[in-house]
């Protein structure tokens, strides 16, 4: 375990090195001057601008600025805003714990709908549920973010008036915050209606980033439970008479989870660092509409710290995955596959 260990953490080095440079480098693609957007209406004559450009240092070769900026980073300096001139660690801890909670309301879902519907399927090979099941997940997979929020606002907040259009929580409500996760701090308010608010606000972002990711589960868990079921073990615990809910579900499901667990993995990377259309559908105060915010506002700072740390949760999640992956298959410890 611990040569596995060495061998993803000495892969990280290069990888690191890779995603400051695309962080660096790719916001300073973006057209516009970040001074002028910070001025606003406000207009600089010339020396102003110079001198602004000066402050700020980026007024230095490009090559400079990045060497600064790595500097900064080995002493755990994210850099400041050239907009709000705050810490952008201080921003961040700010505005992380609703992405977590975002994320992780997805990720219940998809795996709790995603595992019952990839196990229905397999059960039933080749009967109108397993095509259903199969057709529908395809769908969820390939439909595009922006336009399936925008069609569950439209039905059930616009027509229906079941959910909120935006935000985590109402505007009646201020609870205190403890934890920083909405639903937490609204249970422990005792507020009255603070708690049912801020669950229907989680409620269709939830949904929505966590469609794609129950496809993903579903299709699986289906192929993974299909394979397992043509096992000798399963045969022969039917053979014994075993009842068919502990032969599924003892027998057949434990052992189909091995790939479903990589997967799952993979997708909890791509929920914590892929909500930025979704967060910027429903006003969702997270990274992810702080990074677009971000960009609109060239503020090169808070980008460049927007995804490095999105790109760093999500090579921390697969490295853990890797790690209980390898407890439970202990081919990948000696170096098998």
Known sequence: MLRLLL???????????GITLVAFGLIRLVPGDPVEVMMGERRLDPEQHAEMLHRLGLDQPLHV?????????????????????????????????ATVELSLAALLLAVSLGLLLGVSAALKRGSLLDQGVMGVATVGYSMPVFWWGLILIMFFSVNLGWTPVSGRIGIEFDPERVTGFMLVDAWLSGEEGAFKSAVLHLILPALVLG???????????????????????????????????????????????????????????SLLAGAVLTETIFSWPGIGKWLIDSIARRDYPVVQAGILISALTFIGVNLVVDLLYGVVNPRIRGGGH
């Open 65 to 97: 600025q990045y060497l600064d900026y790595l500097g900064r980073l080995l002493h755990g300096d994210l850099g400041q805003s050239l907009v709000s001139r705050e810490a952008v660690s201080k921003d961040f801890a700010a505005l992380f714990p």
């Open 211 to 269: 469609t794609a990711t129950t496809a993903v589960i579903a299709r699986m868990t289906r192929s993974s439970m299909l394979e397992v079921l043509r096992e000798d073990y399963v045969r022969t615990a039917r053979a014994k008479g075993l009842s068919p809910t502990r032969v599924v579900v003892v027998h057949a499901l434990r052992n189909a989870l091995i790939p479903v667990l990589t997967v799952v993995g993979l997708q909890t990377g």
């Open 7 to 17: 061998q993803r953490l000495a892969t990280l080095i290069p990888t690191l090195i």
